[in-house]
């Protein structure tokens, strides 16, 4: 995997980028000015960024994700992580029929749903899921492959399903770990 260079990085104008952010030179961005990416964090080929998008630190963005943060914005905190193909969007057509749909048609003719989607700390979601306008994902819960998530979930609890669900409370190791990585890395 080829990623930009710091420098070719700092030409495209993002919002924000920390350090030591690789991003691959087959991804796909659109409104850098719109973005912010921290330290450490990685997108992988064949992704596609687009609107308002905040990154923390640490976090992983895998191979074919598509993040539509639109005008409300996707905000995704330290060390959450997207896996293969994930789908984030801020908006969403009316599926009804009461409207027309689709981006080549004005706004009067249109009811779209617009809302933030909000990962939290810690949140991993497995590959192929979809997230829905509005959804926060609450800090150390986990996505099962292939789910979509359409409502809010609770912290520290894995979901999985159409619609995903809770079935079980996730360990919360990982914070000790956390500790320590933050105190070895931070002397570096």
Not at 157 to 179: C, N, Q, T, V
Request: proline share 3%; with cysteine; net charge neutral.
């Amino acid at each position: 995997m080829a990623f930009y260079s710091q420098e070719e990085l700092l030409s495209l104008n993002f919002k924000y980028i920390g350090k030591n952010v690789k991003i691959s030179n087959k991804a796909s961005i659109y409104n850098h000015d719109c973005i912010s990416i921290g330290d450490n964090s990685r997108i992988d080929d064949f992704c596609v960024l687009s609107g308002n998008i905040t990154i923390g630190k640490n976090v992983h963005i895998a191979v074919f994700c598509n993040m539509a943060g639109g005008e409300k914005g996707i905000f995704m905190e330290d060390f959450s992580g997207l896996a293969y193909s994930v789908n984030v969007f801020t908006q969403s057509d009316d599926y009804t029929g009461l409207t027309l749909t689709n981006p080549t048609i004005p706004d009067k003719y249109k009811l779209e749903k617009k809302a933030a989607v909000h990962i939290k700390k810690h949140v991993i979601v497995g590959a192929g899921s979809i997230i829905f306008p509005g959804v926060t994902l609450s800090e150390g819960c986990s996505v099962g492959a292939m789910s979509m998530v359409t409502k809010t979930t609770e912290e520290w609890k894995i979901y999985s399903g159409i619609p995903a669900k809770p079935f079980k409370d996730r360990k919360k190791d990982m914070l000790i770990l956390e500790d320590e990585f933050l105190i070895n890395e931070s002397g570096k």
